[in-house]
Each structure stands twice: as structure tokens, then as C-alpha cells.
């Protein structure tokens, strides 16, 4: 399978703050990446689908202005949670996609706002 | 849109007997439909998937199976092992690959009792 990494995995913040949480996709090419969150023993949901070189699609309900997403290259996407509240606290999980080999996630990020 | 539905929530099997997970789908367009295991605080990990143009595919003691008339799949596990003890979610797509976002069941926690 391919590999896909997070950083930071675990990340504490005030709110008000911004966090930003990387995604790389180690040995393949992601012309296609993915963020999703999760709460607490739930499902992932959705949050938006990141193409290299162009904007970010998002899903109905995320503000695109507040989860800011870049993906410079094949390999890197950025999600910024911009000004940060309490309820944002939760695990952000990031994938990298591909038609042939499928989508693999990458291990999250534990963002807690206090 | 997409609508995954997932039975049972919770799963408990004796060591070496079988597990069987079931999904439902909403969407007639989807045609690829990976499974993914997720253990506490990590992100999910790609166990096994299958696209619309096969009915069953196996690798080693998991199999899944795949009806398109009645939007269904399943997950079969034999000879469990206590390894096996996770959070399992199935999902649907629309490109036949990892280049969609996904839909998500709310999982089911397998649990192995020794």
C-alpha cells in the first residue's frame, strides 16, 4: 500500500489561533488529496477534496474560509484551521488517492482548542 | 448524494470463528468500495477493496463480497485472531478509485474474545 504522513499528530492551541497540519504522500503522486474529520467515535466525514495546482472543492456545511487548503505539489497538502474555537477541536485525517492504487490515509492529527 | 449504511454497529466473536460486516449503498453511480480498519487514535488503514466490475475478491482471510443489484457488501473475516479487535468502516466512491471522496459507513467495532 502507499503511505501517506501527518504533521503534527497531536496539536494543542488557544482559541483564536491558527493551526496548520501537513499531509504527504510518501512514495506516490496524489493528483488527489482528501481531509476529513472525525469525532469521537464516529464516522469520517468529508471536509473538502484538494487537487494539486487548483482550489480546494468542499463539502456542504465546511466554511472554506475558516479551513483554509493548499496543495502545492503531488506530494503536500496544507489544511490551516484559521482562527480556532473549541468546537473545531477534533481528529483531522487526511488521504491521498489514486484511480488504480485507491485511497490511503494518513495516521491524523489530535487538534484540541482550549 | 451518497448514503453508506453499516450493520452491525458492534460485533463479538469467539477467537476463530467467523465475522461477517454488512453495507448498504444508495448511490447506483459508485463503483468502488474499499474497507478500512482503524485501531484507537490512528487513521485508518486500507485492508481490502473492490470495484464494481467483481463480484468477490479474497486475500488471505479476508474476503469481500459485492452485490450491485441490491446495492450491498460485505466484509468476511475467518479464523480471527485477536489482531483482528478494531473499528472497521466501509465506504463508497464514484470514479472506480481512490480519486473521489469517500462515503462512510459509521462503522462497527469487532471485538475478539479470547
Known amino acids: 500500500g502507499a503511505v501517506v504522513s501527518q504533521h503534527p499528530s497531536r496539536v494543542i492551541c488557544k482559541s483564536g489561533t491558527s493551526v496548520k497540519i501537513e499531509c504527504r504522500s510518501l512514495?506516490?503522486?496524489?493528483?488527489?488529496m482528501f481531509w476529513y474529520r472525525q469525532f469521537p467515535k464516529q464516522s469520517l466525514m468529508l471536509m473538502a477534496t484538494?487537487?494539486?495546482?487548483?482550489?480546494?472543492?468542499?463539502e456542504q456545511g465546511v466554511e472554506k474560509d475558516k479551513f483554509l487548503i493548499n496543495h502545492a505539489s503531488l506530494t503536500l497538502s496544507t489544511l490551516t484551521v484559521t482562527s480556532a474555537h473549541p468546537e473545531d477541536s477534533s481528529f483531522y485525517i487526511c488521504?491521498?488517492?489514486?484511480?488504480?492504487?485507491?485511497?490511503?490515509f494518513g495516521p491524523g492529527t489530535r487538534l484540541t482548542v482550549t | 448524494g451518497e448514503n453508506v449504511e453499516q450493520h452491525p454497529s458492534t460485533l463479538s466473536v469467539q477467537e476463530g470463528d467467523s465475522a461477517v460486516i454488512k453495507c448498504t449503498y444508495s448511490d447506483s453511480a459508485s463503483n468502488y468500495f474499499p474497507w478500512y480498519k482503524q485501531e484507537l487514535g490512528k487513521g485508518p488503514q486500507l485492508i481490502i477493496d473492490?470495484?464494481?466490475?467483481?463480484g468477490e475478491k479474497k486475500d488471505q482471510r479476508i474476503a469481500v463480497t459485492l452485490n450491485k443489484t441490491a446495492k450491498h457488501f460485505s466484509l468476511h473475516i475467518t479464523e480471527t485472531q485477536p489482531e483482528d479487535s478494531a473499528v472497521y468502516f466501509c465506504a463508497a466512491g464514484v470514479t472506480g478509485g481512490g480519486a473521489d471522496g469517500l462515503t462512510f459507513g459509521k462503522g462497527t467495532h469487532l471485538i475478539i474474545q479470547p
Open positions: 488521504s491521498a488517492g489514486d484511480r488504480k492504487k485507491g485511497q490511503y
Open positions: 484538494s487537487n494539486e495546482g487548483s482550489k480546494a472543492t468542499y
Open positions: 512514495d506516490f503522486q496524489a493528483t488527489t
Open positions: 473492490i470495484r464494481s466490475n467483481v
